[in-house]
Protein backbone atom coordinates (compact mmCIF):
# COMPACT_ATOMS: atom_id res chain seq x y z
CA UNK A 1 0.00 0.00 0.00
CA UNK A 2 1.43 3.60 -0.76
CA UNK A 3 2.02 6.21 1.49
CA UNK A 4 -0.82 8.33 -0.14
CA UNK A 5 -3.19 5.25 0.60
CA UNK A 6 -2.17 4.61 4.30
CA UNK A 7 -2.77 8.20 5.39
CA UNK A 8 -6.07 8.08 3.57
CA UNK A 9 -7.20 5.23 5.51
CA UNK A 10 -5.85 6.78 8.30
CA UNK A 11 -7.76 10.20 7.84
CA UNK A 12 -10.97 7.66 7.68
CA UNK A 13 -10.26 5.53 10.63
CA UNK A 14 -9.93 8.69 12.43
CA UNK A 15 -13.20 10.30 12.03
CA UNK A 16 -15.04 7.02 11.79
CA UNK A 17 -13.35 6.82 15.58
CA UNK A 18 -14.30 10.20 16.19
CA UNK A 19 -17.83 10.06 14.92
CA UNK A 20 -18.10 6.97 16.76
CA UNK A 21 -17.06 8.67 20.15
CA UNK A 22 -19.99 11.88 20.05
CA UNK A 23 -21.95 9.19 19.16
CA UNK A 24 -21.21 7.18 22.09
CA UNK A 25 -20.99 9.90 24.83
CA UNK A 26 -24.72 10.40 25.69
CA UNK A 27 -24.88 6.86 25.89
CA UNK A 28 -21.77 6.73 28.35
CA UNK A 29 -22.83 9.36 30.58
CA UNK A 30 -26.43 8.03 30.32
CA UNK A 31 -24.75 5.05 31.55
CA UNK A 32 -22.78 6.33 34.75
CA UNK A 33 -25.41 8.85 35.66
CA UNK A 34 -28.34 6.28 36.17
CA UNK A 35 -26.07 3.19 36.86
CA UNK A 36 -22.57 3.92 38.39
CA UNK A 37 -23.28 7.25 40.28
CA UNK A 38 -26.51 7.04 42.47
CA UNK A 39 -24.63 4.29 44.98
CA UNK A 40 -20.95 5.57 44.11
CA UNK A 41 -20.37 6.52 47.63
CA UNK A 42 -17.42 9.23 47.91
CA UNK A 43 -15.60 10.26 51.14
CA UNK A 44 -14.82 14.10 51.39
CA UNK A 45 -12.47 14.89 54.25
CA UNK A 46 -12.95 18.25 55.65
CA UNK A 47 -10.65 20.17 58.28
CA UNK A 48 -11.90 23.08 60.68
CA UNK A 49 -9.30 25.00 62.45
CA UNK A 50 -5.37 24.17 63.36
CA UNK A 51 -5.79 21.20 65.84
CA UNK A 52 -8.47 19.52 64.90
CA UNK A 53 -9.10 17.40 68.27
CA UNK A 54 -12.54 15.52 67.20
CA UNK A 55 -13.22 13.42 64.28
CA UNK A 56 -16.85 12.93 63.13
CA UNK A 57 -18.81 11.93 59.78
CA UNK A 58 -21.50 14.07 58.41
CA UNK A 59 -24.02 12.63 56.21
CA UNK A 60 -27.86 13.56 54.57
CA UNK A 61 -30.45 13.22 52.44
CA UNK A 62 -31.00 9.10 52.73
CA UNK A 63 -34.12 9.39 50.90
CA UNK A 64 -34.72 5.72 51.77
CA UNK A 65 -36.82 4.20 49.50
CA UNK A 66 -36.33 0.05 50.03
CA UNK A 67 -32.73 -0.21 48.74
CA UNK A 68 -31.46 -2.00 51.56
CA UNK A 69 -28.31 -3.19 50.33
CA UNK A 70 -26.93 0.49 49.36
CA UNK A 71 -28.12 1.91 52.52
CA UNK A 72 -26.41 -0.94 54.28
CA UNK A 73 -23.02 -0.22 52.57
CA UNK A 74 -23.75 3.37 53.97
CA UNK A 75 -23.36 2.30 57.57
CA UNK A 76 -20.55 -0.14 57.00
CA UNK A 77 -18.33 2.49 55.89
CA UNK A 78 -19.03 5.03 58.29
CA UNK A 79 -18.23 2.26 60.90
CA UNK A 80 -15.01 1.52 59.12
CA UNK A 81 -14.27 4.67 59.42
CA UNK A 82 -14.71 4.75 63.46
CA UNK A 83 -15.91 8.78 63.75
CA UNK A 84 -16.20 10.10 67.58
CA UNK A 85 -20.07 10.55 66.50
CA UNK A 86 -22.06 10.93 63.34
CA UNK A 87 -24.04 14.00 61.77
CA UNK A 88 -27.79 13.48 60.11
CA UNK A 89 -29.13 16.72 58.26
CA UNK A 90 -32.38 15.61 57.42
CA UNK A 91 -34.48 13.50 55.10
CA UNK A 92 -34.39 9.74 56.27
CA UNK A 93 -37.50 8.87 53.64
CA UNK A 94 -39.81 10.15 51.64
CA UNK A 95 -42.65 7.86 52.37
CA UNK A 96 -43.69 6.63 55.81
CA UNK A 97 -43.73 2.53 54.72
CA UNK A 98 -39.65 2.72 54.95
CA UNK A 99 -39.31 4.21 57.77
CA UNK A 100 -38.89 1.09 60.15
CA UNK A 101 -37.12 -0.54 57.67
CA UNK A 102 -34.50 3.09 57.51
CA UNK A 103 -34.03 2.87 60.95
CA UNK A 104 -33.18 -1.03 61.86
CA UNK A 105 -30.50 -0.22 59.42
CA UNK A 106 -29.24 3.08 61.19
CA UNK A 107 -29.44 1.42 64.51
CA UNK A 108 -26.20 -0.51 63.15
CA UNK A 109 -24.25 2.55 63.17
CA UNK A 110 -21.70 2.33 66.35
CA UNK A 111 -21.07 5.54 66.83
CA UNK A 112 -23.54 8.24 68.33
CA UNK A 113 -25.91 10.09 66.32
CA UNK A 114 -27.13 13.36 66.14
CA UNK A 115 -29.95 14.79 63.68
CA UNK A 116 -32.79 17.01 62.25
CA UNK A 117 -35.52 16.24 59.95
CA UNK A 118 -35.73 17.70 56.52
CA UNK A 119 -38.77 18.60 54.64
CA UNK A 120 -39.31 14.99 52.94
CA UNK A 121 -39.39 13.86 56.93
CA UNK A 122 -42.17 16.17 57.75
CA UNK A 123 -43.80 15.38 54.72
CA UNK A 124 -43.98 11.89 54.91
CA UNK A 125 -45.97 12.53 57.97
CA UNK A 126 -44.56 9.81 60.03
CA UNK A 127 -44.30 10.44 63.67
CA UNK A 128 -40.91 11.32 65.09
CA UNK A 129 -41.04 9.26 67.88
CA UNK A 130 -39.49 5.98 66.72
CA UNK A 131 -36.61 8.45 65.12
CA UNK A 132 -35.76 9.54 68.90
CA UNK A 133 -36.13 6.36 70.26
CA UNK A 134 -33.14 5.08 67.35
CA UNK A 135 -31.24 7.88 67.94
CA UNK A 136 -31.35 7.78 71.19
CA UNK A 137 -30.27 4.28 71.77
CA UNK A 138 -27.18 4.86 70.36
CA UNK A 139 -26.42 7.66 72.86
CA UNK A 140 -27.09 10.29 70.43
CA UNK A 141 -30.05 12.62 69.70
CA UNK A 142 -33.19 13.48 67.61
CA UNK A 143 -32.68 17.52 67.79
CA UNK A 144 -35.61 19.60 67.56
CA UNK A 145 -34.79 23.30 68.06
CA UNK A 146 -32.27 21.46 70.64
CA UNK A 147 -28.74 21.10 71.74
CA UNK A 148 -26.43 18.83 73.06
CA UNK A 149 -23.08 19.16 74.82
CA UNK A 150 -20.69 15.92 74.29
CA UNK A 151 -16.84 14.90 74.57
CA UNK A 152 -17.08 16.29 78.35
CA UNK A 153 -18.35 19.62 77.28
CA UNK A 154 -15.89 20.44 74.05
CA UNK A 155 -18.37 20.32 71.54
CA UNK A 156 -22.06 21.74 71.28
CA UNK A 157 -24.71 20.33 68.87
CA UNK A 158 -27.04 22.60 67.88
CA UNK A 159 -30.29 21.16 66.09
CA UNK A 160 -32.76 23.50 64.20
CA UNK A 161 -35.90 21.56 63.45
CA UNK A 162 -36.30 21.78 59.54
CA UNK A 163 -38.90 24.56 58.47
CA UNK A 164 -38.09 28.21 57.38
CA UNK A 165 -38.96 29.60 60.91
CA UNK A 166 -37.06 27.91 62.99
CA UNK A 167 -34.69 29.70 65.07
CA UNK A 168 -31.74 28.19 67.12
CA UNK A 169 -30.55 28.35 70.09
CA UNK A 170 -27.72 30.32 70.63
CA UNK A 171 -24.08 28.84 70.94
CA UNK A 172 -23.84 28.34 75.15
CA UNK A 173 -20.42 27.15 75.52
CA UNK A 174 -17.75 29.62 74.35
CA UNK A 175 -14.73 27.23 75.18
CA UNK A 176 -16.98 24.84 73.10
CA UNK A 177 -16.49 24.05 69.36
CA UNK A 178 -20.46 25.07 68.47
CA UNK A 179 -21.54 23.23 65.19
CA UNK A 180 -25.00 23.93 64.16
CA UNK A 181 -27.12 20.87 62.26
CA UNK A 182 -29.95 22.28 59.93
CA UNK A 183 -31.49 21.17 56.92
CA UNK A 184 -32.19 23.87 54.66
CA UNK A 185 -28.72 26.00 53.51
CA UNK A 186 -30.27 29.34 53.23
CA UNK A 187 -30.89 29.34 56.88
CA UNK A 188 -27.13 30.24 57.31
CA UNK A 189 -28.47 33.86 55.73
CA UNK A 190 -31.09 34.17 58.63
CA UNK A 191 -29.59 32.97 61.64
CA UNK A 192 -29.52 36.77 63.11
CA UNK A 193 -26.25 37.91 64.52
CA UNK A 194 -25.29 34.18 65.95
CA UNK A 195 -22.00 32.36 65.14
CA UNK A 196 -20.98 29.44 64.94
CA UNK A 197 -17.41 26.86 64.55
CA UNK A 198 -19.15 25.16 61.42
CA UNK A 199 -23.00 24.71 60.26
CA UNK A 200 -23.65 21.45 58.46
CA UNK A 201 -26.58 21.28 55.57
CA UNK A 202 -28.11 18.96 52.94
CA UNK A 203 -31.36 19.29 50.83
CA UNK A 204 -29.67 20.44 47.88
CA UNK A 205 -28.14 16.82 47.07
CA UNK A 206 -25.83 19.10 45.27
CA UNK A 207 -27.99 19.26 42.32
CA UNK A 208 -27.39 15.44 41.44
CA UNK A 209 -26.19 16.55 37.65
CA UNK A 210 -23.63 19.29 37.44
CA UNK A 211 -22.20 20.37 34.17
CA UNK A 212 -18.26 20.86 34.23
CA UNK A 213 -17.24 24.17 34.22
CA UNK A 214 -21.27 25.41 34.64
CA UNK A 215 -22.48 23.84 37.97
CA UNK A 216 -25.89 22.48 39.00
CA UNK A 217 -28.91 21.61 36.42
CA UNK A 218 -31.02 22.12 39.05
CA UNK A 219 -31.06 22.74 42.77
CA UNK A 220 -34.14 23.23 45.04
CA UNK A 221 -35.84 26.09 46.72
CA UNK A 222 -33.91 26.60 50.09
CA UNK A 223 -30.32 27.13 49.19
CA UNK A 224 -29.72 30.49 47.99
CA UNK A 225 -26.70 29.61 45.92
CA UNK A 226 -25.22 26.77 48.35
CA UNK A 227 -25.54 24.07 46.62
CA UNK A 228 -22.59 22.02 47.55
CA UNK A 229 -19.02 22.09 49.42
CA UNK A 230 -17.61 24.77 51.63
CA UNK A 231 -18.85 28.32 52.18
CA UNK A 232 -18.09 31.38 54.45
CA UNK A 233 -20.91 32.48 55.47
CA UNK A 234 -21.47 35.53 58.48
CA UNK A 235 -22.96 33.08 60.79
CA UNK A 236 -19.75 30.85 60.36
CA UNK A 237 -18.20 28.02 57.98
CA UNK A 238 -21.36 26.66 56.00
CA UNK A 239 -20.82 22.63 54.16
CA UNK A 240 -23.24 21.56 52.33
CA UNK A 241 -23.20 17.91 51.32
CA UNK A 242 -24.66 16.10 48.41
CA UNK A 243 -26.57 13.66 50.03
CA UNK A 244 -26.80 10.10 50.20
CA UNK A 245 -29.97 9.31 47.86
CA UNK A 246 -31.65 11.04 45.66
CA UNK A 247 -34.99 13.25 44.85
CA UNK A 248 -38.27 11.30 43.96
CA UNK A 249 -38.05 10.15 40.18
CA UNK A 250 -35.17 11.66 39.99
CA UNK A 251 -33.12 8.73 40.16
CA UNK A 252 -29.21 9.70 38.51
CA UNK A 253 -26.63 11.69 39.61
CA UNK A 254 -23.34 12.86 37.21
CA UNK A 255 -20.23 14.84 38.41
CA UNK A 256 -22.21 14.70 41.95
CA UNK A 257 -21.52 11.34 44.11
CA UNK A 258 -23.18 10.61 46.87
CA UNK A 259 -20.91 11.46 49.85
CA UNK A 260 -20.10 10.58 53.21
CA UNK A 261 -18.24 13.90 54.72
CA UNK A 262 -15.42 12.91 57.62
CA UNK A 263 -14.54 16.12 59.47
CA UNK A 264 -11.79 17.21 61.67
CA UNK A 265 -12.68 20.02 64.03
Known amino acids: MSLGATMKLAKISRRKFLAATLLAAPGVVLADATLVEPA ?4 SHQKVGRKPAHRFVHITDLHHKGDRRYLESVVETINALAPDFVCFTGDIIEKGRFLAEALEILAGIKAMMFGVPGNHDYESRVSFEPIKKCFAAG ?3 WLLNERRDISGGKINLIGLAGNYNAQPLPPSLPQAKNILLMHYPCLANRLGGLKFDLILAGHSHGGQVRIPFYGPVLVPI ?6 LGMFQTNAGPLYVN ?5 RKNFNCRFNCRPEITVFEI
Open 222 to 227: GCDGYD
Open 139 to 141: GGA
Open 242 to 246: PGIGY
Open 40 to 43: WLKI
